[in-house]
């Protein structure tokens, strides 16, 4: 599994998670989710309902990544992606205040 890792950025920027698994096939699911608050953001690359147009995901050679664009401080928190339905990791996004100028 690809280990994800904490990301530390500003409000305004762009910030793209990855997680996955080598080899993942079609048939395999990710779902990427939010702790604050808790709620399911994608399946594989299908949007659930509710969740702002400022997140994303772009398919990678390891799953899906998921894209948070123009970072506001309430996306900050932890954010868990589901592979197949058992394995699991977790990564913290940290949004400073200050208005971003460049994207990570």
Same mark, same amino acid.
């Given at each position: 599994?690809?280990?994800?890792? *904490? ?28 702790? *604050? ?58 949004? *400073? ?8």
């Amino acid at each position: 599994m690809v280990e994800p890792r *904490n990301v530390t950025t500003t409000q305004g920027s762009t910030v793209l998670m990855d997680c996955g698994v080598d080899g993942m096939t079609k048939d395999d699911v990710m779902v990427w989710s939010s702790r *604050n608050p808790d709620k399911t953001l994608f399946h594989n690359s299908l949007k659930i309902e509710n969740v702002p147009k400022r997140y994303s995901v772009q398919p990678s050679t390891s799953g899906f990544s998921l894209v948070i664009s123009r970072l506001r401080l309430e996306d900050a928190g932890e954010y868990v992606c589901s592979i197949r339905g058992w394995q699991q990791k977790s990564m913290f996004l940290s949004v *400073n205040g200050t208005v971003g100028m460049f994207s990570t």
